[in-house]
């Protein structure tokens, strides 16, 4: 309940709704909960909205209203294909000014006028100018792709990015009239007798021919974003530093290719390195990522000495050029982390178009050059991982993984300037599972700020991880459309919804997943509203159903006929122990353990229990499992169920598939609990590696359920 002397102001509301910051949202039980005058300052503040008393207020209020009317365009324009759209263009009262596109080169390029529009708007008194409105017509017969809007005229000389997408993302032919199931694992806990400690990409390459082997189409992985480049490294893969690059941590410094030519002496320095790690690949205790990357750096280092062949050189060149200048850019920034530590990095280098940043980029030049050879070796491995996949019989390959947001001390934060928010982080409003609510501790997007910047950091990540992907899972995909934002300083139930222009987001992601032939799946859990799943399904971006979380209109288990058809659908997730686990009311045990809930002990313990029973129940009505289970067969059973829905995309946990019982990650907690450290084991404990998942009699058996 919001305190009677901290209720909103009808001015403040209208200024809240002018920066689409919602005054209220409904909770997970379905109540309507309004946000404090407090907290809708302080989100505001956080979006440079300076909200501090009444007279402020008025203030921002006529800004908002002037503003679209001191551009001579708008800061960016998106449409989808075949639709027109009228461009606003203002200018002084009376001035001519003429409008054109210069095409995409992607796409050949060229020129294209743009006729005016016979649209009258009243002229507008602005800053002690008369400003009018001329509306300019965007055909609708424009290709997909990145064009540039230009105006010119005695007081109109400006230009915009022009995105053009697509209208709907087809889905491939297999899956219209069919479907496809694949694996699901978190890389770094799926280990070889090769791996270093943790797993990677050559394990991933294995992992894609044992998914081939057994049937499966794709193979949903964790987010491989780049963690710091020095230990500590932040265990999350979804708390990454940056979104657009690769954690240098999953290469295997043997499979690079220059390895093969280092001395005797050299080769023993990289052999040394590798020792103590190669051990922990058998050390069932939790995952250490600090030691696999202080000996993988110890050794990628003395390779990165080995000159490239001039083949070698034009592809390292060829990979440089494409990325362009954020690839120098994070390279520097991870110089610089190295050299003072991520999270202090002096004051006097936070501007990266600083002359003491200058003076630094070329003090560390040798350390820029082996950050930016270690992204390069990382996209070779990447690309053989999904090749070996498609060549192994997988339909679509590799499904990567797109976290939700950024370290707040990270490159992106220091790269990306206004974009990201600060004094504000991204989290959950409270829920039946994290009753606190929940925060992350990332910054958002600004979305104003994302606009001016015509949407570029949000393409060149996309076109990043999409690079090497048969398909992408957009965790919390609700986040292009709203973020809770906690305030600085609030707790993760004392935040509100900021909304996004979903039409430019969604538009783009499908835009950049069209180019890479990608399918697109949006983690859509928890409370979504309707009309989101219904627009998703439209764009085609597929949805997301897990087992636990369906339901009917009494609260039982959803029967498998009225799944939604256009979805990934599993038994479970990775914030939920696995199967086997949450049977065994894991989920429960985890959060009394970590003083995580809000309601009675024996009354969560009930509503588990009975859960369970009546999702037993359901599987038993439907003649999928007999008397007296094993394990095995309840986990299979679930599956069973899952297959008898439409869903179009089935997903099968590694975790499930050797039965796992130990939640990989409970969300609400940071140092509480392991999370993302455990490596995968069975239902003995004991460790199962790459190499023993070839012969898994228990994975066998339920990859032949998903098969028959």
């Given at each position: 309940?919001?305190?009677?002397?901290?209720?909103?102001?009808?001015?403040?509301?209208?200024?809240?709704?002018?920066?689409?910051?919602?005054?209220?949202?409904w909770?997970f039980?379905?109540?309507?909960?309004a946000?404090?005058?407090?907290?809708?300052?302080n989100?505001?503040?956080?979006?440079?909205?300076?909200a501090?008393?009444?007279?402020?207020?008025?203030?921002a209020?006529?800004?908002?209203?002037?503003?679209?009317?001191?551009r001579?365009?708008?800061?960016?324009?998106?449409v989808r294909?075949?639709?027109?759209?009228?461009?606003p263009?203002?200018?002084?009262?009376?001035?001519?000014?003429?409008?054109?596109i210069?095409?995409?080169?992607?796409v050949?390029?060229?020129?294209?006028?743009?006729?005016?529009?016979?649209?009258?708007?009243?002229?507008?008194?602005?800053?002690?100018?008369?400003?009018?409105?001329?509306s300019?017509?965007?055909?609708?017969?424009?290709?997909?792709?990145?064009h540039?809007?230009?105006?010119?005229?005695?007081?109109?000389?400006?230009?915009?990015?022009?995105?053009?997408?697509p209208?709907?993302?087809?889905?491939?032919?297999?899956?219209?009239?069919?479907?496809?199931?694949?694996?699901?694992?978190?890389?770094y806990?799926?280990r070889?007798?090769?791996?270093?400690?943790?797993?990677?990409?050559?394990?991933?390459?294995?992992?894609?021919?044992?998914?081939?082997?057994v049937?499966?189409?794709f193979?949903?992985i964790?987010?491989?974003?780049?963690?710091e480049?020095?230990?500590?490294?932040?265990?999350?893969?979804?708390?990454?530093?940056?979104?657009?690059?690769?954690?240098?941590?999953y290469?295997?410094?043997?499979?690079?290719?220059?390895?093969?030519?280092?001395?005797?002496?050299d080769?023993?320095?990289?052999e040394?390195?590798a020792e103590?790690?190669?051990?922990?690949?058998?050390?069932?205790?939790?995952?250490?990522?600090?030691a696999?990357?202080?000996?993988?750096?110890?050794?990628?280092?003395?390779?990165?000495?080995v000159?490239?062949?001039?083949?070698r050189?034009?592809?390292?060149?060829?990979f440089?050029?494409?990325?362009?200048?954020?690839?120098?850019t994070f390279?520097?920034?991870?110089?610089?982390?190295?050299?003072?530590?991520?999270?202090?990095?002096?004051?006097?280098?936070?501007?990266?178009?600083?002359?003491?940043?200058?003076a630094?980029r070329?003090?560390?030049?040798?350390?820029?050059?082996?950050?930016?050879?270690?992204?390069?070796?990382?996209?070779?491995?990447?690309?053989?991982?999904?090749?070996?996949?498609?060549?192994?019989?997988?339909?679509?390959g590799?499904?990567h993984d797109?976290?939700?947001?950024?370290?707040?001390?990270?490159?992106?934060?220091?790269a990306?300037?206004?974009?990201?928010?600060?004094?504000?982080?991204?989290?959950?409003?409270?829920d039946?599972?994290?009753?606190?609510?929940?925060?992350?501790?990332?910054?958002?997007?600004?979305?104003?700020?994302?606009a001016?910047?015509g949407y570029?950091?949000?393409?060149?990540?996309?076109?990043?991880?999409?690079?090497?992907?048969?398909?992408?899972?957009?965790?919390?995909?609700?986040?292009?459309?709203?973020?809770?934002?906690?305030?600085?300083g609030?707790g993760?139930?004392?935040g509100?919804?900021?909304?996004?222009?979903h039409?430019a987001?969604?538009?783009?992601l499908?835009l950049?997943?069209?180019?890479?032939?990608?399918?697109v799946?949006?983690?859509?859990?928890?409370?979504?509203?309707?009309w989101?799943?219904?627009?998703l399904?439209e764009r085609?971006?597929l949805?997301?159903?897990?087992l636990?979380?369906?339901?009917?209109?009494?609260?039982?288990?959803?029967?498998?006929?009225?799944?939604?058809r256009l979805?990934?659908?599993?038994?479970?997730?990775?914030?939920?122990?696995?199967?086997?686990?949450?049977?065994?009311?894991e989920?429960?045990?985890?959060?009394?353990?970590?003083?995580?809930?809000?309601?009675?002990?024996?009354?969560?313990?009930?509503?588990?229990?009975?859960?369970?029973?009546?999702?037993?129940?359901?599987?038993?009505?439907?003649?999928?499992?007999?008397?007296d289970?094993?394990?095995?067969?309840?986990?299979?059973?679930?599956?069973?169920?899952?297959?008898?829905?439409?869903?179009?995309?089935l997903?099968?946990?590694?975790?499930?598939?050797?039965?796992?019982?130990?939640?990989?990650?409970?969300?609400?907690?940071d140092?509480?609990?392991?999370?993302w450290k455990?490596p995968?084991?069975?239902?003995?404990?004991?460790?199962?590696l790459?190499?023993?998942?070839?012969?898994?009699?228990?994975?066998?058996?339920?990859?032949?359920v998903?098969?028959?």
């Amino acid at each position: 309940m919001v305190d009677e002397n901290d209720v909103p102001s009808e001015s403040l509301l209208r200024l809240a709704a002018a920066h689409g910051v919602a005054p209220d949202h409904w909770g997970f039980h379905g109540e309507l909960k309004a946000a404090s005058a407090t907290t809708l300052r302080n989100v505001l503040r956080a979006l440079g909205v300076d909200a501090s008393s009444p007279e402020r207020i008025d203030v921002a209020l006529a800004h908002v209203d002037d503003q679209p009317w001191r551009r001579v365009l708008p800061p960016v324009v998106v449409v989808r294909s075949g639709r027109t759209v009228h461009v606003p263009v203002h200018v002084t009262d009376g001035d001519p000014v003429s409008v054109w596109i210069e095409l995409d080169p992607e796409v050949g390029g060229g020129r294209r006028d743009v006729p005016q529009a016979d649209v009258y708007v009243a002229p507008r008194s602005v800053d002690g100018r008369m400003v009018g409105r001329a509306s300019f017509t965007v055909p609708s017969d424009l290709p997909l792709g990145w064009h540039e809007l230009r105006a010119d005229g005695p007081s109109a000389r400006a230009r915009c990015v022009l995105v053009v997408t697509p209208d709907r993302l087809e889905l491939p032919p297999e899956l219209e009239h069919g479907r496809m199931w694949g694996l699901m694992a978190q890389l770094y806990s799926v280990r070889s007798r090769r791996s270093w400690g943790v797993g990677d990409l050559v394990d991933l390459a294995d992992l894609g021919v044992l998914a081939g082997d057994v049937g499966a189409d794709f193979l949903l992985i964790n987010p491989l974003h780049a963690a710091e480049p020095a230990v500590p490294m932040t265990p999350s893969p979804y708390l990454p530093t940056t979104r657009r690059f690769v954690n240098p941590l999953y290469v295997r410094p043997e499979a690079i290719p220059e390895a093969a030519y280092l001395s005797s002496a050299d080769r023993s320095l990289v052999e040394w390195a590798a020792e103590p790690v190669v051990a922990l690949d058998t050390d069932p205790g939790p995952i250490d990522r600090d030691a696999a990357w202080e000996a993988k750096l110890a050794a990628l280092q003395v390779i990165f000495t080995v000159p490239l062949p001039a083949a070698r050189q034009v592809a390292f060149d060829a990979f440089v050029a494409e990325q362009g200048p954020g690839l120098e850019t994070f390279a520097l920034w991870s110089a610089l982390a190295e050299k003072y530590g991520a999270e202090t990095i002096p004051t006097e280098l936070e501007d990266p178009a600083s002359p003491a940043v200058a003076a630094e980029r070329e003090a560390l030049a040798d350390r820029v050059a082996f950050h930016t050879w270690l992204q390069w070796v990382s996209d070779e491995q990447l690309a053989v991982a999904q090749r070996t996949a498609r060549e192994s019989g997988m339909a679509i390959g590799i499904m990567h993984d797109l976290a939700v947001g950024v370290h707040p001390a990270g490159a992106d934060v220091w790269a990306l300037g206004d974009v990201l928010v600060r004094g504000a982080t991204v989290g959950a409003p409270p829920d039946m599972y994290n009753q606190q609510g929940q925060n992350w501790s990332q910054p958002p997007w600004h979305p104003q700020a994302l606009a001016r910047a015509g949407y570029r950091p949000y393409r060149d990540m996309l076109r990043t991880v999409l690079r090497h992907a048969g398909a992408i899972r957009i965790d919390h995909v609700i986040g292009l459309f709203r973020l809770w934002w906690v305030p600085e300083g609030a707790g993760a139930d004392e935040g509100a919804y900021v909304r996004y222009d979903h039409e430019a987001l969604v538009g783009i992601l499908a835009l950049e997943a069209q180019r890479a032939g990608a399918i697109v799946i949006g983690e859509d859990l928890g409370v979504v509203e309707p009309w989101v799943r219904d627009y998703l399904s439209e764009r085609g971006v597929l949805g997301t159903s897990v087992l636990w979380f369906e339901h009917d209109l009494h609260g039982g288990p959803l029967a498998p006929q009225d799944y939604r058809r256009l979805v990934l659908a599993t038994v479970t997730t990775h914030d939920l122990p696995p199967t086997a686990g949450y049977l065994a009311g894991e989920h429960v045990a985890i959060r009394e353990r970590l003083g995580l809930l809000t309601d009675p002990v024996p009354v969560v313990r009930a509503a588990a229990d009975a859960e369970r029973e009546r999702m037993l129940a359901a599987v038993r009505e439907r003649g999928l499992l007999g008397d007296d289970p094993s394990e095995r067969e309840v986990v299979e059973a679930l599956h069973r169920y899952v297959m008898a829905t439409p869903a179009v995309l089935l997903g099968v946990g590694l975790v499930d598939a050797v039965g796992e019982r130990r939640a990989q990650n409970q969300p609400g907690t940071d140092q509480e609990y392991p999370n993302w450290k455990v490596p995968l084991a069975d239902s003995s404990g004991t460790l199962v590696l790459v190499d023993d998942l070839f012969t898994n009699a228990r994975l066998r058996s339920l990859a032949a359920v998903l098969g028959s």
